[in-house]
């Protein structure tokens, strides 16, 4: 392979990781990571250094018509945002402590418990109990349905349950060196009652900013190989445009399964690290 | 939009005041999505510049060793930001493609830095402290160098 079939390979690779990524709320690592090891023979520690950057990306190039069309709700993100840099502070201090095996294999099983409910409640649009904090923080919306044409009216429940979920998916991606939105999205469907869109542009919007000061670290150490990382972001922000546009259009039960099959396979690959 | 919005407060028994702030926070929106979108555009310019200025200059084309040496994981000290400056200044495509990635990087800090200011504007003190809040953290995570 040369660098001309590289950049190419790696431009297609993240398009796909950033349409996937854009679509079920996540920075596409999932994708990118495997990606470049296994088929471009890139280095594990490169790879994730430009899965960072894939995560910003992501965000990114998604949350230009996620925010415009509203399908991203601000103020639940802005809310959660204080929880999960506070717990992906704290995660990464304690990534020494802990035994990683047994960290994969908690998180792993975390995620394939909350993959089983939320595949259950695919056709439980019921709203939760009515919350006076949601009330007062103003988080309630409305999102676009583009398939009816019709504006979806949603109100948020247990946002302190979800502010408290969100500490701790900042924890799991402290401690794991992800972007964490396998664990944001089900925090605001199980916990908030959120759309599932919303929930996932939601996801989009805050993934930027967590992944922020962790690529920002990556680019002053020097671990990010712009030769790897610049064809990547490109293919990324490009497919995450794609998707934030293809979003609208898709149905809400495709949305659910393909974020379960997301989950059990982020699941599959912690448990590979134990 | 703002009738649905309305309605809701309505329902709600929420006080009506005079500042709706369905509609405030629409704008805020708008400007945000303009802020990200100007990020995006720049930093995948600026990326594409880079790779394309790689091609034409070599410094990107060879074989399949020219690859290895490009993706050498031993590289890291080359590619810290004072040599990118270094290979910018004489317009290599290393150091564009590192300005790129550094611009795409900067989009959502200035994203959280707009809500900021939106929040301040709109006299909205809860999410004003919410997001100083969270700007502080991000400070404080890249003081102590830790990954979050």
């Known amino acids: 392979m040369n660098p001309l079939v590289f950049v190419l390979c790696a431009l297609a690779l993240s398009a796909l990781g950033g349409l996937v990524g854009s679509l079920v709320g996540l920075g596409g690592g999932i994708v990118v990571v495997p990606g470049l090891t296994l088929l471009l023979g890139v280095d594990i520690k490169v790879a994730i250094a430009a899965s960072m950057i894939a995560v910003i990306a992501t965000s990114s190039g998604s949350a230009v018509a996620y925010t415009r069309d509203r399908m991203s709700n601000l103020r639940v993100a802005m809310f959660l945002e204080v929880s999960t840099v506070c717990g992906g502070i704290c995660g990464a201090l304690l990534v020494g402590i802990a035994n990683p095996s047994l960290l994969n294999g908690f998180f792993a099983a975390v995620l394939l418990i909350a993959a089983a409910t939320m595949m259950r409640r695919r056709h439980d649009a019921s709203a939760g109990p009515p919350s006076a904090l949601a009330d007062r923080l103003e988080l309630h919306g409305s999102y676009p349905d583009a398939r009816t044409g019709r504006e979806h009216p949603y109100r948020v429940s247990r946002p302190a349950v979800g502010f408290a979920i969100m500490y701790f998916a900042g924890v799991a991606s402290g401690m794991l060196g992800i972007g964490g939105g396998v664990f944001k999205v089900p925090a605001m469907d199980l916990a908030m009652r959120l759309p599932i869109k919303v929930s996932t542009a939601t996801s989009n919007l805050m993934i930027g900013v967590t992944g922020t000061a962790a690529a920002l670290i990556y680019l002053l150490r020097g671990d990010v190989n712009p030769v790897v990382a610049a064809p990547v972001a490109i293919g990324v922000l490009g497919g995450a445009n794609l998707g934030a546009r293809l979003m609208p259009r898709v149905h809400d039960g495709v949305l659910r399964r393909l974020f379960v099959v997301v989950m059990v396979l982020t699941a599959v690959q912690m448990a590979a690290k134990i | ?148």
Not at chain 2, 71 to 87: G, V
Not at chain 2, 95 to 116: E, K, W
């Open chain 2, 1 to 148: 939009m703002s009738a649905d919005r309305s309605l809701e407060a309505a329902d709600d028994g929420a006080p009506s005041d005079s500042s709706d702030p369905g509609d405030a926070s629409g704008g805020l929106e708008v400007v945000i999505s303009k802020v990200l979108r100007l990020g995006v555009v720049a930093s995948l310019t600026v990326m594409t510049i880079g790779v394309v200025v790689g091609f034409v200059d070599g410094s990107l084309s060879g074989d399949r060793g020219a690859l290895d040496r490009l993706i050498d994981p031993n590289l890291a000290a080359s590619h810290r930001l004072d040599a990118a400056w270094e290979s910018l200044r004489s317009g290599g495509a290393v150091g564009i493609m590192t300005l790129g990635l550094c611009l795409l990087v900067a989009t959502p800090l200035v994203r959280v830095v707009a809500s900021l200011v939106g929040f301040a504007r709109m006299g909205d003190r809860i999410y004003l402290v919410l997001t100083s809040a969270v700007v502080a953290l991000l400070a404080l995570s890249c003081a102590l160098g830790v990954t979050g």
